[in-house]
Nanobody, 124 residues
């Protein structure tokens, strides 16, 4: 079992940057593929990025490729999402999720554990 807590959200102007963090409890963090998802008001949840359990592979949604970077520190039980060149359409609640021994995937239903989310608002 792993519990996830996101932080780092906030209000930023278009073109700005934010760094989200997701801290995981437990001693098995390194066994999980980690993902970031987001959900804007009135829209379905969508995949943002994922990173393999050994951090040797990453996967991004086309909408964030080249602007966002996912990384992890298994010693600190933390996964990060560096978001640069933010756009108003990036406004959403961002969630981290964990998928035990999983392959990189954008399919949210395969992730067993989810955090409570952190709000990101990008003003124009």
């Amino acid at each position: 079992q792993v519990q996830l807590v996101e932080s780092g959200g906030g209000l930023v102007q278009a073109g700005g940057s934010l760094r989200l963090s997701c801290a995981a409890s437990g001693r098995t963090f390194s066994r999980y593929t980690m993902g970031w998802f987001r959900q804007a008001p009135g829209k379905e949840r969508e995949f943002v990025a994922a990173i393999s359990w050994r951090a040797d592979n990453t996967f991004y949604a086309d909408s964030v490729k080249g602007r966002f970077t996912i990384s992890r520190d298994n010693a600190e039980n933390t996964v990060y999402l560096q978001m640069n060149s933010l756009k108003p359409e990036d406004t959403a609640v961002y969630y981290c999720a964990a998928h035990l021994w999983g392959s990189l995937t954008e399919l949210g239903y395969l992730y067993e554990h989810w955090g409570q989310g952190t709000q990101v608002t990008v003003s124009s």
